[in-house]
C-alpha cells in the first residue's frame, strides 16, 4: 500500500519513493554498501497537476541519477519531470 505524503509537486513533476537497495543476495549474504545494487524502480506518491500519464500508485522506472532528491517526514523521495520517466510497469 502506498503511503500517503502530503506535499503537491508543480507542473509536469511527480515524487517518487525509490524501492529499498538490495541488502542480500538470494543465497542470504549480506552485500556491502558499495556492491548493493541501486534500484531504478519506485513508487509514484504524488503528481503536479500538469501530469497526463501518471497517477499516484503507479510503479516505474527512472534513470538512478535523475530528479531533485527529498526528505519528507524522514522518507527519503526524489522529484522528477514525467518527461524523465522511462517505463511505467503494468500488473498482468
Not at 503507479?58 to 531533485?68: E, Q, S
Request: proline share 3%.
Amino acid at each position: 500500500m502506498v503511503k500517503k505524503i502530503q506535499v503537491e509537486p508543480l507542473g509536469r513533476r511527480a515524487v517518487i519513493l525509490r524501492n529499498e537497495m538490495q541488502k542480500k543476495t538470494e543465497g542470504g549474504i549480506i552485500l556491502p554498501n558499495e556492491a548493493q545494487k541501486v534500484e531504478s524502480e519506485g513508487t509514484v506518491v504524488s503528481v503536479g497537476e500538469d501530469c497526463k500519464w501518471l497517477k499516484v500508485g503507479d510503479v516505474i522506472v527512472v534513470p538512478y541519477a535523475c530528479g531533485t532528491a527529498i526528505e519528507i517526514r524522514g522518507q527519503e523521495a526524489v522529484v522528477v519531470l514525467e518527461e524523465d520517466i522511462q517505463i511505467r510497469i503494468l500488473e498482468a
